[in-house]
């Protein structure tokens, strides 16, 4: 899903392909589906939002692979003839992968972009927040990025920094600043940029 024209509209997986780059240099990234997309648009709707989308680099390996299984008909969750879905029989194939290693040397890279306008006129704001794999414990790029976020928040609501109850999304009761902090604290610095048109 992609929040765009001011609308909630579906789009196709992994599609929408374009270069973006990162510190690690360019990067492919297509759609995919993220919580973000379903949030943010309802959050700040009195801001003005137009657009928000999410897009994500993999491998282009392992897309065309995935692309051949689908394209294949291995991914499909309808029963066959026999009474099995092709996709359960490609899950059950996973399982003879070996286990992955104790240690994974990854960095995972990650920018969030506003276009918008200010009391000086139209602005980029980019934020990047960058992870390496940390050894000890070990702990990938991915599980520090994807893990630690939700320990800080459950410390934020344990000490009363946040007060709020029930469901509600990170940007609506999430203090920016203490928690940008606490990720910094634990080694993943978010900088920010600002450009302006000429």
């Given at each position: 899903m992609v929040f765009t024209g001011g609308r909630f509209r579906a789009q196709s997986p992994l599609s929408g392909g374009e270069d973006a780059l990162f510190d690690v240099g360019?990067?492919?990234?297509h759609l995919s589906l993220h919580s973000e997309v379903a949030t943010l648009p309802v959050t700040y709707a009195d801001k003005g939002i137009r657009e928000c989308f999410f897009k994500i680099a993999y491998d282009p390996v392992l897309i065309e692979?995935?692309?051949?299984l689908i394209d294949l008909g291995l991914a499909d969750k309808r029963l066959g003839p026999r009474g099995?879905?092709?996709?359960d029989v490609l899950l059950d194939c996973f399982k003879n992968l070996p286990a992955p290693p104790d240690f994974i040397d990854d960095r995972?890279?990650?920018?969030?972009?506003v276009d918008g306008e200010d009391a000086r006129g139209p602005v980029t704001v980019r934020y990047d927040l960058d992870a390496g794999p940390q050894k000890r414990p070990p702990l990938s790029a991915v599980a520090r990025d994807t893990g630690f976020p939700p320990a800080i928040v459950a410390r934020m609501i344990l000490d009363g920094t946040i007060r709020e109850r029930g469901v509600l999304p990170p940007e609506r009761?999430?203090?920016?600043?203490?928690f940008l902090a606490a990720l910094a604290k634990r080694g993943l610095s978010a900088r920010r940029s600002e450009t302006r048109p000429v």
């Open positions: 360019p990067q492919r990234v692979r995935l692309k051949l099995v879905a092709p996709r995972d890279c990650l920018a969030v972009v009761c999430v203090p920016v600043q203490p």
